[in-house]
């Protein structure tokens, strides 16, 4: 110990240290060390990382409010007298953090048993297998050690991109990291860029009573998805009064004089007047303070590691996974990446991730959840296609629950007799599809034929079976569509 605001300490030795304890840095400990890899993850925040804290976790739980929500508005329906419901803000983000903290603890308790060591603070590479832990204490005294190891994983994730002229205060203007703490929920909002998160935030603030107007750049809302997919949400969000306004450019906003809204201006001249602007317009790499540069680890011009299809970056030694490398930004494929790094510091053979198989969810309502090509991406591929869509409007299990907005759309390879082949994509919307995408997801990526799906049974009632339908149609022969 000396005097000085900084005390300078040597750490521990490790066979992999993980610079980030969010989905791709915990993958890699515990896979690692379920491996028999002595491993150390640094985390400045919480282990759990944005999917936990700020992100898929308790982005699905507030959607889950929502959707006792709606049930609950529609019990009558069922013969259940429940009376109006009303919404106690604050008993939902208290349950939204129960689950966030049970979770959590769950987490620290795996890698304690797995031993994994945590250790608190700032990591930043040091150059030949090192480590930087920098932490400061209330008074703001900052600790460092340094650590080494064989190998180090950079699994140091996102942060919200933001937008000129919406300087982010928290009260006006949140992302999704400001979003989960709200105090209280606007009547109004406007959600600026209609993907995953804008849709999800839209479809959750509509569903609980704010009047939600989204504002997104590109012609269509959800533009990675399947046009039919996607115009499903759209319908779906307009019958709910959910406005959407695509091909806009959104302009900047004019805060009231009493701070109580804020006026945005978008497209030709158009004006709309909300309590509160939702900023979701894409995550970019976090990748200040790790001391990338200097030890020599490239990074794209988009700021995103550059990696190869091992995970290793520019610098022998170092490799690099989850939403800080320019993939899939999903907590399923930080996950992936974060096991493939450690079989390749194990030196096993990798074989590399196929990231055109990976499965889709999104949890606004109604769900998305798809794996693998649309007509469009199948047929750029050099693939010539069949398609069938079936509607959840015929599936019992769908009628039953009195949700049957959506579809299930299979792409098939054609066949010279016109019936499908290999199985090339699978896109859902519609109840619990997130739940439902599994078989799809399978078919895909072992490459199923329609014949060899169709061959197998699906229990009724359930709204799988409209998957199974749907592909059985590309045989030239259906059931009940
Ligand atoms: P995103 O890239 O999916 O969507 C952002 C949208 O904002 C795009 O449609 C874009 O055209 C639009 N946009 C960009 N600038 C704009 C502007 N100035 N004005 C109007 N619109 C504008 O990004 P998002 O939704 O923020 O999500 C970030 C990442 O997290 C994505 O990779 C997403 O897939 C992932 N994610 C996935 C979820 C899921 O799978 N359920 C849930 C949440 C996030």
Known sequence: MTDAATDVAVGGTHDVIVVGGGPGGYAAALYGASAGLDVAVVEKHKV????????CIPAKE???????????????????????????????????????????????????????????????LGGSGTVEVSDADESGRTATRTLSAGAIIVASGSVPRTIAGFDVDGELVVTSDELFKIGRLPESAAVVGGGAIGCEFASMLGDLGAKVTVLEALPSILAGCDREVANTVRRSFRKRGIDVHTDVAVHGHQPLPDR???????????????????????????TEALGLEDAGVETDERGFVTVDQRCRTTVAGVWAVGDVVNSPQLAHTAFAEGMLAVRDIKGEAVEPIDY???????????????????EQSAGDAGFEVVTSVHRFMANGRAQILGDTEGLVKVIAEK????????????????PWVTEQLGQAYLAVNWEATVNEVAGLIQPHPTMSELFGETVMSLTGRSLHG
């Open 48 to 55: 759990g990382g944005t999917c936990l804290h700020a992100g």
């Open 62 to 124: 507030l959607l889950e409010a929502a959707s006792v929500y709606r049930t609950v508005s529609r019990a009558g329906e069922f013969g259940v007298a429940a009376g109006e419901p009303s919404l106690d803000w604050s008993a939902v983000l208290r349950r939204k953090q129960q689950v966030i903290d049970k979770m959590m603890s769950g987490l620290s308790s795996l890698l304690g048993q797995r031993k994994v060591t945590v250790y608190a603070g700032s990591g930043s």
């Open 260 to 286: 109580s809204g804020t006026v945005v201006s978008f497209g030709d001249g158009k004006q709309v007047g909300v309590e509160m602007v939702v900023v979701a317009v894409g995550r970019r790499p976090r």
């Open 356 to 374: 055109s198989g990976t499965p889709w969810c999104i949890y606004s309502h109604p769900e998305v959840a798809f794996a693998g090509h649309t």
């Open 415 to 430: 066949q010279p007799d016109g019936t499908g082949g290999r199985i090339l994509g699978v896109h859902m919307a519609g």
